[in-house]
């Protein structure tokens, strides 16, 4: 029997249909995830509409799947949760909408939850001592953020991206050099061959005293060498990627020891789809030994965008007695209160 209360949370932000399950220890009991990827494929890039309607097609066979492989019935659920934003707001709109659906058929409640919270909180799953304080970056397709994590519910925003986030500046780099959508994964793979010295790419803001990012300056930066290297391309592929991985690298580890730093942080966290990049956890790992930091990341299936870190988020509000009224809205632009 699992420890209750128990959640189910739906995760539709963007273009992964995905359930989970969890129990009130924060174990993830089941958790299931649709990827849209090769419908979205052909594209280049995310198409709304299409993320939604499959959503729709998806989720129930997705909830259903996860009940099952939990070994519960609805009637076991004692909590349902939803993604309310940032995102798609088509999308979060299918999600929401199935979740309170489910929280107003079994009269249990519901909760609207942040989709960045899922992702600060993913790296504690399973983690013997839970949620740990300290500074956390969330390397994603749409946000690059770094955080103060004080304990769940409460964080305080130290900086963010100017422009582009990190996995976008992967996912355009990726677009450049014609590799399939998404960029990053394709960049990773092309990268384990090449030098990351073989091309100085800029690292925007690297050095600057906030704790800002810009990565912009860099996706231009391969706009314009690429003309100039036509002829050496495919054969330079790897090392392109090698080095403009690097590039992203650098900035990402850089600025996330830095604020660990300046603010005496006891630890560092990372997440989001980028913190799959093997390269990037190797190097947050290394830096991480050398500034007496634990180092804590979120698992490869977590990742990447996926319920069970929504289901883990719900728990801590659940278990502070917060819940969410049925005329909740999404907000596509959410983000965390101001400081
Ligand atoms: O967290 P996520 O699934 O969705 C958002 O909330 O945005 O992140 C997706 C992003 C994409 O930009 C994708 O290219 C990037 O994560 N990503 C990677 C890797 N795997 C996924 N970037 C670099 N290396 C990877 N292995
Ligand atoms: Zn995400």
Do not use: W
């Not at 979060?92 to 929280?103: E, I, P, Q």
């Not at 490869?300 to 969410?324: K, V």
């Amino acid at each position: 029997m699992p420890a209750h209360p128990v959640i189910l949370a739906i995760e539709t932000s963007c273009d992964e249909s995905a359930a989970a399950v969890c129990d009130a220890n924060g174990h993830i009991l089941a958790s299931r995830i649709s990827s849209q990827i090769p419908e979205h494929q052909p594209y280049g890039g995310v198409v709304p509409e299409l993320a939604s309607r499959n959503h729709m097609t998806r989720l129930r066979p997705v909830t259903e799947a996860v009940l099952a492989d939990a070994g519960l019935q609805l009637a076991d659920i004692d909590a349902f949760a939803a993604t309310a934003g940032p995102g798609l707001a088509s999308s979060l709109l299918v999600g929401t909408s199935a979740a309170k659906a489910l929280a107003l058929a079994c009269h249990k409640p519901f909760l609207a939850i942040n989709h960045l919270e899922g992702h600060l909180l993913s790296p504690f799953i399973s983690h013997p001592n839970g949620v740990q304080p300290g500074v956390a970056l969330i390397a994603s397709g749409g946000h690059t953020l770094l955080i103060s994590l004080i304990a769940p519910r409460h964080y305080q925003i130290l900086g963010s991206t100017r422009d582009d986030a990190a996995g976008e500046a992967f996912d355009k780099a990726g677009k450049m050099l014609g590799l399939p959508y998404p960029g990053g994964p394709q960049i990773e793979k092309l990268a384990r061959s090449g030098n990351p010295s073989a091309f100085a790419f800029p690292r925007p803001m690297i050095d600057s005293s906030d704790h800002s990012f810009s990565f912009s300056g860099l996706k231009t930066s391969l706009l314009y060498l690429l003309p100039q290297i036509a002829g050496t391309l495919p054969g330079t592929l790897p090392d392109l990627c090698a080095s403009f991985q690097q590039a992203i690298t650098d900035i990402l580890v850089s600025k996330t020891i830095r604020a660990a730093k300046a603010l005496h942080a006891a630890s560092i966290s990372l997440s989001g789809g980028v913190s799959c990049n093997q390269h990037l956890r190797e190097s947050f790992s290394k830096a991480c030994q050398q500034a007496r930091l634990p180092f804590h990341c979120a698992s490869p299936q977590h990742s990447t965008d996926n319920a069970a870190m929504i289901a883990f988020a719900a728990l801590h509000h659940l278990l502070a007695g917060a819940s969410s009224p049925l005329e909740a809205d999404i907000d596509p632009n959410l983000t965390f209160a101001p400081p």
